[in-house]
């Protein structure tokens, strides 16, 4: 095999700053075409009057998990495939299949031509589970990964902010600057054209600077180099005792070799470990641990889905009066069983509300995961984190009793709590996932099977809530829908239970950690669950 040299060698002992950032840009592409339409969802589908305009929150729910259905179903062949032919082709493909989707939503004349583009959008993005495999293989130190898995999710934050930012200020221009586009022009045809039109042009950015500039991180399709005779060695390189130990260290993590060890090394003076060569053959994916955090993330993306969805609905259903609650009976206005109707907010509002939602949630990605993930564990965060979950769905139907001098507040007090969940358990799941992974050659697999669970669960997420809330404002209870999604939370709360802590997270030493934090050369022993129920 001819070697070739790379543009840039990284050094695999640093933090990959650049590539993650390149990643990050790509990765905006789900976040924003997911999020920018919930804003005008609603709006959307009242505009093609399909059936009573009660159930316009059940369409709104199709629209939106059409997109999620798509993906499910390609899930696990995107990210097969990425293990053949690389990941940054799948990637790539992912964005422009996302692009022209959004363009096929923005033109649709009814809801069956907007159900096929969002569709159309999921079956050729499986960006999930393809950009979760790329920040894996792009860390090499456990110590990183915290870092490293937080950064994604820091991106579907400023997506959560640019996606309903556009689509909530953007949507139906005529309404909003009838001055600037008068009636009978493109945009005034065709209302939610405009956002689709600038987050498409966001996606085609993301697309030229991924194929410049990002590389590729599959294991065996990254370009090669031959060594100089200066090559970099680290102080903590381990090396062979020889005379020609600086020429020739005993791991190269760019040659084909990486991974064998030409001898046996001694780290301390109480142990020698050996890195064998991973053993290439077919593993199962399928194994007790992989099924248990596969079932724990796709139980958060439902109710995480179904907070996403109800949201904007809730926001911009009409507010009743706090004054024309009733005083007395069994529904008095102090039951949180009593909660008719919505906030009442505006398109515009909504979508300034969310956009502060990703600003707060960026803030706990930055400041409070990484500390909180050092400081208590990732075993024990997630554990904790899980059971506490349900919270941030009960609070949110008693924002209708409040007054209006305390409605913003209060929605950003709820907003702040569901946030401090929500993007903290998700990096959580990642790192265990890959953790429990037992081969690097099937994590594209494994992702891409996590990707199609969690796919399908968005999928289901908005019409169920949706037909809850349609059923909750018939009966003057749209918190139905919230206490829906509490139950679900509840059973992921007993659930991750389920999830078998890893022996090698128990003591660091154990997982081959010195007293400073930092992974030694050494054998990382994969125990499977069977290995664990005998012990």
Not at 463 to 474: D, E, F, N, T
Not at 481 to 494: D, E, K, M, P, T
Request: glycine letters at 8%.
């Amino acid at each position: 095999m001819v070697l070739t040299k790379q543009r840039l060698p990284r050094n695999p002992d640093d933090f990959p700053t650049v590539q993650l950032f390149l990643l990050a840009i790509v990765r905006l592409a789900e976040p924003i075409a997911l999020t920018s339409i919930f804003p005008y969802a609603w709006a959307l589908v009242k505009r093609f009057k399909i059936g009573n305009e009660q159930d316009a929150s059940f369409y709104a729910g199709l629209l939106i998990s059409s997109f999620s259905l798509a993906e499910a179903l390609m899930g696990m062949f995107w990210g097969g495939l990425s293990d053949r032919v690389g990941r940054k082709p799948v990637l790539l493909v992912g964005c422009i299949g996302t692009m022209f989707s959004m363009v096929m939503v923005g033109f649709a004349t009814n809801l069956w031509v907007a159900l096929i583009g969002r569709a159309l959008g999921g079956l050729l993005n499986g960006n999930i589970g393809v950009i979760q495999t790329m920040v894996g293989e792009l860390v090499s130190k456990p110590e990183h990964e915290p870092r490293a898995y937080s950064v994604m999710p820091f991106v579907w934050s400023i997506g959560t902010i640019i996606g309903p930012a556009i689509g909530g200020m953007l949507a139906d221009p005529h309404e909003t600057w009838p001055s600037t586009f008068p009636e009978g022009t493109l945009l005034a045809n065709y209302p939610y054209l405009l956002p689709n039109l600038c987050c498409a042009a966001l996606l085609l950015i993301s697309i030229g600077l991924g194929y410049f500039l990002l590389e590729e991180t599959h294991p065996d399709m990254i370009p090669r180099v031959m060594l100089p005779d200066d090559t970099y060695v680290s102080d903590e390189t381990p090396l062979i005792e020889t005379s020609d130990a600086i020429k020739q260290p005993a791991v190269d993590l760019r040659s084909e070799t990486y991974g064998t060890f030409r001898g046996s090394i001694e780290l301390n003076r109480d142990s020698v470990c050996v890195k064998e060569p991973e053993k290439k053959g077919n593993f199962n994916i399928f194994t007790k641990r992989i099924m248990a955090l596969v079932i724990a993330l796709s139980i958060f993306t439902y109710h995480s889905m179904t907070y996403d969805h109800l949201l904007p609905i809730f926001f911009e259903d009409e507010r009743v009066p706090v004054d024309h609650l009733p005083e007395e009976g069994f529904l008095s206005k102090f039951n949180p069983l009593y909660s008719p109707g919505g906030l009442g907010l505006s398109m515009q509002s909504v979508g300034f509300v969310m956009a502060i939602n990703g600003a707060i949630a960026l803030f706990i990605q930055v400041v409070v995961f990484p500390l909180a993930a050092e400081r208590i564990g990732v075993y024990k965060l997630f554990i904790l984190v899980a059971v506490l979950h349900p919270i941030a769905y009960v609070i949110v139907p008693t924002l209708v009793h409040l007054p209006d001098s305390l409605l913003y507040p209060g929605i950003y007090f709820c907003l702040t709590i569901r946030n401090i969940f929500s993007i903290i358990i998700y990096p959580l799941l990642l790192i265990l996932i890959k953790e429990a992974t037992p081969s690097s050659s099937i994590l594209g697999k494994v992702n891409g099977l996590a990707a199609s669970a969690g796919a399908a669960c968005r999928m289901i997420a908005p019409p169920v809530a949706g037909y809850l809330y349609s059923i909750g404002s018939q009966i003057d209870c749209t918190g139905l829908a919230w206490y829906g999604s509490a139950l679900v939370a509840i059973i992921g709360a007993f659930q991750c239970f389920s999830v078998k802590r890893n022996r090698n997270e128990a003591a660091p030493e154990e997982a081959g950690l010195d007293p400073k934090g930092q992974r030694g050369l050494v054998t990382v022993v994969e125990v499977n669950d069977d290995e664990h129920d005998n012990e």
